[in-house]
């Protein structure tokens, strides 16, 4: 054995196979359980990617309901509504059609001041409920609001509304029943 030799380099080939059989395994192990790990640090990343995920589909769907259900108590007279509103045009109707001479009769006085307060109170009603008249005459044409039933000559800039034949409603925010109106147009 040289100064210079070193234990390893004094192994013949046998005891070389024999010392670093027993590392091998040890080597493949490790490769094995590094894999495992990766494999499983993989799978949980995946797992919280779907948690978020789920997380966010359920938020969405708790923020739908509750926007669901605002609408639907908001809304819920809506059909009511339209109904009721052929009654308060009747009464308009039935308002508009009396006299005036008829107004400040006696007999017809009681009458009258009854259907007009019959009206008021169906306004007062209405405004408890979020229900609003369209402002129709005078104002553009706006196809979201009113419906054009007609044109007319007119001084009047073309596309104004000079004529409402029965009043638009909104509730709250929402188009109810839009007003039927007629349209100016230039004379011919």
């Not at 997380?55 to 509750?66: F, L, P, S, T």
């Not at 107004?103 to 609003?132: I, Q, S």
């Not at 196809?143 to 009043?167: C, F, I, K, L, Y």
């Amino acid at each position: 054995m040289t100064d210079n030799a070193t234990p390893v380099d004094n192994l013949g080939a046998d005891d070389l196979r024999e010392a670093t059989a027993g590392a091998a395994p040890e080597v493949a192990e490790h490769d094995g359980a590094a894999a495992r790990i990766a494999e499983l640090e993989e799978q949980l990343a995946t797992a919280r990617q779907e948690t978020l995920y789920a997380q966010a589909d359920i938020q969405n769907v708790r923020r739908r309901a509750e926007k669901d259900a605002a609408d639907a108590r908001a809304y819920a007279a809506t059909g009511f509504a339209r109904d009721v509103l052929s009654v308060a045009d009747n009464l308009e109707r039935a308002l508009a059609a009396i006299p005036a001479d008829l107004r400040d009769d006696d007999k017809f006085k009681g009458l009258v001041t009854g259907l007009e307060a019959t009206g008021r109170e169906l306004a007062n009603v209405f405004g408890r409920h979020g229900l609003t008249k369209i402002e129709a005459m005078g104002q553009p044409l706006d196809p979201n609001r009113h419906q054009a039933m007609m044109e007319m000559p007119s001084d009047q800039p073309a596309g104004t509304v000079v004529q409402e034949m029965q009043a638009g409603w909104m509730i709250k925010d929402r188009l109810l029943r839009p007003a039927l109106v007629g349209v100016a147009k230039k004379p011919d």
